[in-house]
């Protein structure tokens, strides 16, 4: 999907990159895939914030996803494309042949009127769901399952996509959008092809204003701080953090900061880090 620069009528619009959302068919949602979520503004079961700058923002309701894909032997109809709010990539609204809906995630060059089917005896193209078994090795998958059954976890974001490399045994190996390769069961599924809305990642958003749109407040820089608020505040003028590496308000370090577990138990599913 190309994107589209705005004109410099206002400071916001100077810098601005937007898409044209010339893929979108639909606008408005199925209302029998829709739920209400209440927003948190970032604050945890006591009240008190646990992440930072989130607030406000557009009201907006969740789409509901198959990241499962668990209707087999029964062929769906594409039957628009459709923005979702809570995520980059596109979705597209199936109605299978015995009347049921649903949302999946719109995989690059799949069209209104195109059918998807899932199950292990589904075709090898683009936008069917089956066992990584029945994948041939080279191919593009997305929204791949960690745990048989559990839904897709990896490869979900916009123009993303993994590389099954190789089948050995009761596992494959499976090349990540990060680098990492990683032993999957044979049994999980994935979904063939790669996510479209490619040009996610060129969106310029160019204003506060749009930044508060989508629910972000404004972050302030701990270098402007009093050393009472944060670690990089202080000193005479325009001052330097005054430290190896910047931290946090709280004194942890934010950069090469690792916070994975040393001994957890999927570690022996990785073959190479993405490092």
């Known amino acids: 999907m190309p994107v589209k ?94 009347g049921e809906k649903r949302y999946i995630l719109a995989p690059l060059g799949i069209k209104v009127g195109d059918t998807v089917q899932s199950g292990a005896d589904a075709d090898v ?11 041939p090795v080279g191919t593009m998958i997305h929204n791949i399952e960690m745990a048989a059954g559990k839904g897709g976890a990896l490869a979900r974001s916009a123009g993303s996509f993994a590389s099954l490399v190789a089948k050995e045994g009761r ?32 969106v310029v958003l160019g204003s506060a204003g749009k930044m508060r749109h989508l629910g972000r407040r404004p972050a302030v820089r701990g270098v402007v701080m009093n050393p009472c ?22 004194g942890k370090p934010t950069l090469g900061y690792r916070t994975r577990k040393k001994r957890k138990i999927s570690d022996r599913f990785i073959i190479m880090r993405r490092a």
């Not at 193209?125 to 994948?135: R, S, W, Y």
Request: charged share 30%.
């Open 171 to 202: 596992y494959a190996t499976v090349k990540l959008p990060s680098g990492e390769q990683r032993l999957i069961h044979i049994d999980c599924r994935a979904t063939v092809g790669q996510l479209g809305n490619l040009d996610a990642k060129n």
């Open 5 to 98: 620069e705005r004109r410099s009528l206002t400071n916001g619009q100077r810098f601005r990159v937007d898409l044209d959302y010339s893929d979108i068919t639909a606008s408005k949602p199925e209302k029998s895939l829709l739920v209400k979520v209440n927003k948190t503004s970032g604050r945890d079961w006591r009240g008190r914030i646990s992440s930072r700058h989130k607030g406000g923002g557009n009201k907006k309701l969740y789409r509901v996803i198959d990241f499962k894909r668990n209707k087999d032997n029964v062929p769906g109809k594409i039957v628009s494309i459709e923005y979702d709010p809570f995520r980059n990539s596109f979705i597209a609204l199936v109605n299978y042949l015995d």
């Open 125 to 135: 193209k683009i936008g069917n769901a089956m066992p990584i078994k029945n994948i």
């Open 229 to 250: 608020d944060h670690p990089h505040g202080g000193g005479e003028g325009r001052s330097p953090i005054g430290m190896p590496s910047p931290v946090t308000p709280w």
